[in-house]
């Protein structure tokens, strides 16, 4: 496994268990196990360490889709290559071909990957909520409760289909 990868994955894994820590004595406060507990401490840094934990995924994601996307330029690239016909090439349209070419890329490297495109789209949709809550972007409660939605059902889907599951190599 890569360096960055195994970095982000262990840093947010580090969050997270510091969020359940935090989350944990907020659950002893609430049952009333203690009294010498401030509440709003304890959910801004739980908040905060569960924001943590979804940006290091993200990077991780991150990480991933830039090297699939790289396989598949180099995959194309071998197809041109054997290809017999040349390339069309345009000066007007360089600005917008670039940008086709990019998003045309990212979709395919995420077709390629079903399980990165599920962990990534899980991920964005939960860091609406920790966004939400430290006031970084405020946003509808509708809309994070929208994410909230499209995050179980990515998550219900690794579930019913481990496969598609995002693997660490």
Same mark, same amino acid.
């Given at each position: 496994?890569?360096?960055?990868?195994?970095?982000?994955?262990?840093?947010?894994?580090?969050?997270?268990?510091?969020?359940?820590?935090?989350?944990?004595?907020?659950?002893?406060?609430?049952?009333?196990?203690?009294?010498?507990?401030?509440?709003?401490?304890?959910?801004?840094?739980?908040?905060?360490?569960?924001?943590?934990?979804?940006?290091?995924?993200?990077?991780?994601?991150?990480?991933?889709?830039?090297?699939?996307?790289?396989?598949?330029?180099? =995959?194309?690239?071998?197809?041109?290559?054997? $290809?017999?016909?040349?390339?069309?090439?345009?000066?007007?349209?360089?600005?917008? =071909?670039?940008?086709? $070419?990019?998003?045309?890329?990212?979709?395919? $490297?995420?077709?390629?990957?079903?399980? +990165?495109?599920?962990?990534?789209?899980?991920?964005?949709?939960?860091?609406?909520?920790?966004?939400?809550? +430290?006031?970084?972007?405020?946003?509808?409660?509708?809309?994070?409760?929208?994410?909230?939605?499209?995050?179980?059902?990515?998550?219900?889907?690794?579930?019913?289909?481990?496969?598609?599951?995002?693997?660490?190599?």
């Amino acid at each position: 496994m890569d360096l960055v990868p195994r970095l982000c994955l262990t840093l947010a894994n580090l969050n997270r268990v510091v969020y359940y820590i935090c989350d944990t004595v907020l659950w002893v406060k609430s049952v009333g196990l203690t009294s010498g507990v401030t509440r709003e401490k304890w959910q801004m840094w739980a908040t905060r360490h569960y924001y943590y934990f979804l940006l290091l995924s993200l990077a991780r994601d991150l990480y991933e889709i830039l090297l699939q996307m790289e396989r598949v330029a180099r =995959d194309r690239a071998k197809r041109e290559k054997s $290809s017999r016909d040349p390339p069309g090439y345009s000066v007007v349209t360089e600005d917008i =071909d670039w940008l086709q $070419s990019f998003l045309l890329l990212l979709f395919q $490297s995420l077709k390629r990957h079903p399980p +990165l495109l599920l962990d990534t789209v899980k991920n964005l949709c939960d860091i609406l909520i920790p966004l939400n809550h +430290l006031g970084i972007y405020k946003s509808n409660l509708g809309v994070v409760g929208l994410g909230g939605l499209v995050s179980s059902v990515a998550g219900l889907i690794t579930i019913v289909c481990p496969q598609l599951k995002l693997k660490t190599h």
